[in-house]
């Protein structure tokens, strides 16, 4: 991150965009192509099976983690909790935290078998517990 540097939402959605077109030519193949490629991805974020419950996609950038799950599964504070052992690698005693000045977002992904399904989408950031 460059200092005094602050991400306004335009800057992220552009971010975002890039982000997803580059995963959707990535995942070129069928929907259980995909899901193959996202559990292993998750798995290297989160890598208690447990965590991963109710996680569709955690997505790293710089200083946040773009997080889409399925609220039918689990509420946004446990999804939020599911953080905690990357935050903590990530810089010691540091804890996740939802962003509050960017909403959840209602959004449809598609499982392996191509289904759409409704999901949420939000940012969560690691923050000291100063």
């Known amino acids: ?17 890039a982000v997803l077109a580059s995963l959707l030519l990535s995942a070129c193949g069928t929907p259980k192509d995909f899901a193959d490629r996202r559990a ?3 798995a290297g974020i989160l890598p208690d099976p447990a965590d991963r419950v109710g996680i569709h996609l955690a997505f790293p ?7 889409t799950y399925f ?24 804890q996740p935290v939802k962003r509050e000045k960017d909403e959840t977002e209602d959004v449809t992904v598609q499982d392996e078998h191509g289904n759409e399904l409704p999901a949420k989408r939000m940012i969560v950031e690691c923050r000291s517990a100063s």
């Open 71 to 94: 609220a039918d599964q689990i509420s946004e504070e446990e999804a939020v909790s599911r953080f905690t052992t990357f935050c903590a690698h990530k810089e010691p005693g540091s």
């Open 61 to 67: 950038f710089s200083d946040i983690l773009l997080v």
């Open 1 to 17: 991150m460059i200092p005094g540097y602050q991400m306004t939402t335009m800057t992220f959605k552009t971010l975002l965009v």
């Open 40 to 42: 292993r991805h998750n």
